[in-house]
């Protein structure tokens, strides 16, 4: 794939990542309890990503503010999985996973608000039609 983007490719693995997530997330959901299924799910992850980590060229090098950070960010993945594997055991997986996958709207509020990054006429546009989504998915 000559003269692709990098990060396109890596959005494309993650979108498929995800989808298979939280399809095989809603049958678990459907099968056991679903903060059971949420747990199992998370710590199947932190070991594969441990693993991953440990075996390929990442840097095992931390800093304070790179902990405080990344701790952070498992709390907020951890309500995240949490409720996503509740939702989808009590509704649609097509609604769940479309609402929850405009998590790049609260991304890019938070990264115009708090990092400064410039708030575009597009991104201001895309987050309007991302909440007109919202909007239409749940008529």
Same mark, same amino acid.
């Given at each position: 794939?000559?003269?692709?983007?990098?990060?396109?490719?890596?959005?494309?693995? =993650?979108?498929?990542?995800?989808?298979?997530?939280?399809?095989?997330? /809603?049958?678990?959901?459907?099968?056991? /309890?679903?903060?059971?299924?949420?747990?199992?799910?998370?710590?199947?992850?932190?070991?594969?990503?441990?693993?991953?980590?440990?075996?390929? /060229? $990442?840097?095992?090098?931390? =800093?304070?503010? #790179?902990?405080?950070?990344?701790?952070?960010? #498992?709390?907020?993945?951890?309500?995240?999985?949490?409720? =996503?594997?509740?939702?989808?055991?009590?509704?649609?997986? $097509?609604?769940?996973?479309?609402?929850?996958?405009?998590?790049?709207? =609260? $991304?890019?509020?938070?990264?115009?608000?708090?990092?400064?990054?410039?708030?575009?006429?597009?991104?201001?546009?895309?987050?309007?039609?991302?909440?007109?989504?919202?909007?239409?998915?749940?008529?």
């Amino acid at each position: 794939m000559v003269g692709v983007n990098s990060a396109v490719l890596f959005g494309v693995g =993650t979108m498929l990542a995800w989808g298979f997530w939280i399809v095989l997330g /809603d049958v678990a959901s459907n099968a056991i /309890d679903p903060k059971t299924a949420a747990f199992v799910s998370y710590l199947t992850a932190a070991v594969a990503t441990g693993v991953y980590a440990l075996v390929s /060229d $990442a840097s095992l090098a931390v =800093t304070t503010r #790179g902990l405080a950070f990344s701790a952070a960010a #498992g709390v907020f993945a951890a309500a995240g999985v949490v409720f =996503t594997f509740i939702g989808v055991s009590v509704g649609s997986t $097509a609604v769940v996973s479309t609402i929850g996958g405009m998590y790049f709207v =609260t $991304a890019a509020v938070i990264s115009v608000v708090a990092l400064g990054e410039p708030a575009s006429l597009s991104k201001l546009l895309g987050i309007g039609l991302a909440l007109a989504a919202i909007v239409v998915i749940n008529q």
